[in-house]
């Protein structure tokens, strides 16, 4: 259960870290957590962030001015508190309705737009937004022109773009895509290494990451199954890439970021956390979900958080259902942490895998 620092066959002579610029931004290293939908809210991306991500960009905020008032919208354009840049993803194809979505977001307080063309989502792709818009460039570059038009030209807030690697196998346009936003004036392109039509499915490819890189001179992001720290640096060294952009990998484990961070930087692994530091981490995370989404909301949207937490870990799948069942987030809250303690002694490792649980995983009396 102890892991220590392990040395890699050949430590790095050169740090892999690099800062990232998006205007005036100057990024803090080039390790990113991506956006997802329904788990980086607020106190998510601030976990990754204090652990060490170096960019974070909030769930898509939709271009509907109707859906604005909804609570779901509110939250997710709540960015009080969160370590800066504040950047705010927004999703939609009518170019007008876009740029003014931007606007909205920008006064209230987004220092980044990020226009979402890699969603293959069908809420998103039956409007013909998110990946779907992939396969009409020229609303591509409407809607570029005027969501640059109405946040960069008038207030100076740059605009990045988020993508894949086309509409499907036979239609990879993502070459075309990157040039046409760099020449529009988008500041960072972020492509996830699958076309839509592969949906998550199969392994994310680098090479039309690398040509895209190697063709333009604004940074970019490669993303796509990244989920080690070994990974990150396979992909940085093979597309050249400026960043490496995590999500699933990082569902239950905000530690994937200082670990990456520091194998980029020194070519060795660095110690997965200790049980009583995940059992504060976990604690902090929950009790700020709980203050962002309130009781009731809170409770239950907690639960695919911990469910990830706990993922490969001794006697989950009990520990998970009887977690279900508990009605308040106070209960919810003791029953991580007895969990977590179970697992073993404060200063072991949280080493999946490797741990074997100590106490009975049963929370409630049979
Ligand atoms: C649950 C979930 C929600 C997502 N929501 C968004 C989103 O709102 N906007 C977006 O651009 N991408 C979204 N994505 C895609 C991710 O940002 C990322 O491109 C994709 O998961 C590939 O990276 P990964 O292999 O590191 O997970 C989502 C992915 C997941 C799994």
């Known amino acids: 259960m102890t892991q220590g620092i392990k040395l890699a066959s050949s430590p790095f002579s050169t740090s892999f870290i690099r800062s990232v610029r998006i205007g005036p931004f100057f990024l803090l290293n080039n390790v990113f957590v991506a956006p997802m939908a329904g788990v980086t809210d607020r106190p998510f991306r601030q976990l990754c962030k204090r652990l060490g991500a170096g960019y974070a960009v909030s769930e898509m905020a939709a271009s509907n001015p109707r859906l604005w008032a909804s609570d779901k919208t509110t939250r997710r354009i709540n960015h009080d508190g969160e370590i800066e840049p504040k950047a705010v993803q927004i999703a939609g194809s009518d170019p007008a309705m876009m740029a003014e979505c931007a606007r909205f977001n920008v006064e209230r307080g987004a220092q980044i737009i990020d226009i979402n063309m890699g969603c293959p989502a069908k809420k998103v792709c039956n409007v013909a937004a998110g990946s779907a818009l992939l396969q009409d460039e020229k609303l591509v570059g409407h809607i570029l022109d005027a969501v640059i038009k109405a946040v960069t030209v008038t207030n100076n807030v740059p605009v990045t773009l988020k993508f894949r690697t086309g509409w499907n196998r036979q239609n990879k346009n993502a070459l075309a895509i990157a040039r046409m936003a760099e020449s529009a004036g988008v500041q960072m392109l972020t492509l996830h290494g699958r076309t839509r039509a592969d949906l998550y499915t199969g392994q994310a490819e680098y090479e039309t990451i690398a040509a895209v890189k190697a063709n333009v001179s604004i940074p ?23 960043a490496v952009m995590i999500g699933r990998a990082a569902q239950g484990n905000p530690w994937i970021f200082r670990e990456i961070n520091h194998y980029l930087r020194t070519g060795t692994h660095m110690a997965a956390p200790t049980i009583a530091e995940a059992r504060k981490v976990l604690r902090e995370h929950l009790l700020d979900h709980y203050a962002f989404y309130g009781e009731f909301t809170g409770l239950r949207t907690a639960r695919k958080h911990i469910g990830w937490y706990v993922s490969d870990l001794p006697g989950e799948e ?49």
């Not at 970019?220 to 400026?242: C, F, R, W, Y």
């Not at 179970?342 to 106490?359: C, E, F, K, M, P």
């Open 318 to 366: 009990i520990f998970r259902a009887q977690m279900n069942q508990m009605q308040t987030c106070e209960e919810q809250l003791a029953a991580v942490d007895y969990y977590l303690a179970s697992l073993g002694h404060d200063q072991d490792y949280l080493d999946r895998g490797a741990v074997t649980i100590n106490a009975h995983p049963f929370l409630l009396a049979a």
């Open 220 to 242: 970019v992001v490669a993303n796509g199954d990244i989920d080690s720290p070994e990974k990150a640096h396979h992909v940085l060294q093979i597309t050249g890439a400026d």
